[in-house]
């Protein structure tokens, strides 16, 4: 069993930045694919960002050039660098960890102003 927990968010104004955390209780490594999620009220959840085991990355068009996924495998930690942040944004983020399972945190809120 994967346990996930996220940190980093908040509110922050139109074009500034974040940087959301995701804390994991296994070896990320043993992990196929990490990633990204959002949800924002009356919307569906949608991919953001994931990377693989390998170190391949697919980034939502929306968040391309702005948002960078990355790892610290020696802190079984995965993050989201978020940039030039957008009121559209706003979302509840979720870490998700693919295995034979998919685990999810309990996410984290960003609010962007404008």
């Known amino acids: 069993q994967v346990q996930l927990v996220e940190s980093g968010g908040g509110l922050v104004q139109a074009g500034g930045s974040l940087r959301l955390s995701c804390a994991a209780s296994?070896?990320?490594?043993?992990?196929?694919?990490m990633g990204w999620y959002r949800q924002a009220p009356g919307k569906q959840r949608e991919l953001v960002a994931t990377?693989?085991?390998?170190?391949?990355?697919n980034v939502a068009g929306s968040v391309k050039g702005r948002f960078t996924i990355s790892r610290d495998i020696h802190k079984n930690t995965l993050y989201l660098q978020m940039n030039g942040l957008k009121p559209e944004d706003s979302a509840v983020y979720y870490c998700?960890?693919?295995?034979?399972?998919?685990?999810w945190g309990q996410g984290t809120q960003v609010t962007v102003s404008s």
């Open positions: 990377l693989t085991r390998d170190g391949i990355t």
């Open positions: 296994v070896n990320i490594f043993s992990i196929n694919t």
């Open positions: 998700n960890a693919a295995t034979s399972w998919n685990y």
